[in-house]
């Protein structure tokens, strides 16, 4: 089992900045790729960014040159930091952490981010 836990979310004005943190733990060797998706009110969750264990990147279109995924392999650790947010950011963040023997993946329990105009 890998356990995921979220830090950082909270309120900031349309062009600021937060980093989000995720911490994982458990059957963290197992893990082949990490990253953040999100859900607004009303839609479904989608994909903001990826890393996998190579350090390859990658990121939604709505999102790239605004925000940066980063990760530490030896906390098993990954933050977005995310920059020049706008109101269109606002939803709840969940990291996410792919098992490489089933591509399943878990998931945290969400941490919220409000962009006020």
């Known amino acids: 089992q890998v356990q995921l836990v979220e830090s950082g979310g909270g309120l900031v004005q349309a062009g600021g900045s937060l980093r989000l943190s995720c911490a994982a733990s458990g059957s963290t060797t197992s893990i082949n790729a990490m990253g953040w998706y999100r859900q607004a009110p009303g839609k479904q969750r989608e994909f903001v960014a990826l890393?996998?264990?190579?350090?390859?990147?990658n990121y939604a279109g709505s999102v790239k040159g605004r925000f940066a995924i980063s990760r530490d392999n030896a906390k098993n650790t990954i933050d977005l930091q995310m920059n020049n947010l706008k109101p269109e950011d606002t939803a709840v963040y969940y990291c996410?952490?792919?098992?490489?023997?089933?591509?399943?993946?878990?998931w945290g329990q969400g941490t919220q981010v409000t962009v006020s105009s």
């Open positions: 996410a952490a792919r098992r490489g023997w089933d591509n399943s993946w878990a």
């Open positions: 890393i996998l264990n190579d350090g390859t990147t």
